[in-house]
């Protein structure tokens, strides 16, 4: 059997926020922003919005790409940090309610921003069990109910948005390449970013609970610049291919300055790594699917290209897939 990516959606509100807006109420500057982080502008739900009602559009999205009805899903994984509720009812059950999926699994995946690479492995083993049905699988955010606005080293950096896709089993794809994933984690690093408000009590002696993200930023800009490298040397190792063989590279969208240190550790052009940050900002679990929707619309991507998607996030997590477009 052969899993393929048969649609793609994604949404990001129509509410734009430009480095110049930030300036107003914020000592930072457009020109700070930009050269520290490659980000021009980044969207905000508005009230009436959050991570369901933009998850459940890029849902919709997707499977009208793919030409699925929701009776033929039978798993919705929503990989997001900031759902709708703090903790439960998952995000998941929400969009399974407003895309009236009738028979479907569903539940959140939290890996912060390497979730989607997460998921999508997830839901891929899934349709391998369950090759008559298919998975819907999706990244959303809504970190501007999460950040600090008075946190200029932070709040600059995010924004919201859905990105999602389809799969499926392609029975006529009986020689379809096989995509790899390689998922890793390193709990040590939990104190990199974090936002307080769950069960911890009492908190550890000598810190108050702060209820919005928490950012060392220097210490996650290293490891991402490591962890990304890593995932995607390894992925080729185990391929027995090489970076220079790959055709694109869809990392997490955090900041352009990481990508840009990536590629050059990594010896590849800055044009193999797909970027969209500079008007979306970092969109967490979402950045990684509202890239590949945004490019799959650019026609930017042709059956049979060597794609890697790479992640990094809290946790820490960081992950990676291989893949042979459209098939994972
Ligand atoms: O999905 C994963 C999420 N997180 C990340 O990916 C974050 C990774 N890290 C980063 O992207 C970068 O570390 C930041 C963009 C967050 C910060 O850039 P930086 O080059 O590491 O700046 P810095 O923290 O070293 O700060 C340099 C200076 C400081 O001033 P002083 O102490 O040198 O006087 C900051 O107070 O820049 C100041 N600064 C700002 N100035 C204007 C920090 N943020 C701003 C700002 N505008 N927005």
């Not at 994604?10 to 109420?25: C, E, G, I, R, W």
């Not at 539940?107 to 391998?128: E, P, S, T």
């Not at 408000?197 to 991402?224: C, E, M, N, S, W």
Request: a negative charge; proline letters at 5%; hydrophobic letters at 40%.
């Amino acid at each position: 059997m052969a899993v393929k990516i048969l649609g793609t959606g994604s949404y990001l509100p129509p509410k734009v926020v430009t480095n110049d807006d930030l300036a107003k109420t914020l000592d930072t500057s457009d020109e700070w922003i930009y050269s520290h982080t490659g980000i021009h502008s980044r969207h905000v739900a508005e009230e009436g919005e959050c991570t369901s009602t933009m998850a459940a559009k890029a849902g919709r999205a997707a499977m009208d790409a793919a030409g699925v009805t929701p009776e033929e899903i039978g798993l919705i994984v929503v990989a997001t940090s900031s759902p709708d509720y703090n903790t439960f009812p998952s995000t998941a059950c929400l969009v399974q309610a407003l895309l009236e999926c009738p028979a479907t699994g569903a539940y959140d995946l939290q890996a912060a921003c390497a979730g989607f690479v997460y998921a999508l492995d997830q839901a891929r083993g899934w349709v391998k069990m369950n090759p008559d049905r298919k998975a819907l699988v999706i990244g959303a955010e809504t970190l501007s109910r999460v950040v600090d606005w008075r946190d200029r080293a932070s709040c600059i950096l995010f924004g919201d948005g859905a990105g999602a896709v389809v799969l499926g089993d392609d029975p006529a794809a009986t020689d379809a390449p096989e995509a790899h994933t390689v998922l890793w984690a390193d709990g040590k690093g939990a104190g990199f970013i974090y936002r307080d408000g769950g069960t911890r009590l009492p908190a550890p002696a000598g810190t108050i609970p702060i209820p919005y993200l928490v950012l060392q930023g220097h210490d996650v800009f290293a490891f991402a610049v490591r962890s990304l490298s890593q995932v995607t040397n390894q992925l080729c190792d185990k391929l027995g291919t090489t970076p220079a063989d790959l055709d694109r590279v869809f990392a997490h969208q955090a900041n352009g300055r990481i990508i840009e240190a990536v590629a050059r550790r990594m010896k590849l052009p800055l044009e193999k790594f797909y970027l969209n940050l500079d008007t979306t900002g970092n969109t967490s679990a979402a950045s990684i699917p509202i890239a590949l929707d945004e490019a799959v619309r650019k026609g930017v991507l042709s059956d049979g290209m060597k794609i890697v998607l790479c992640g990094f996030g809290s946790g820490l997590t960081y992950a990676g897939t291989y893949l042979q477009w459209p098939y994972l």
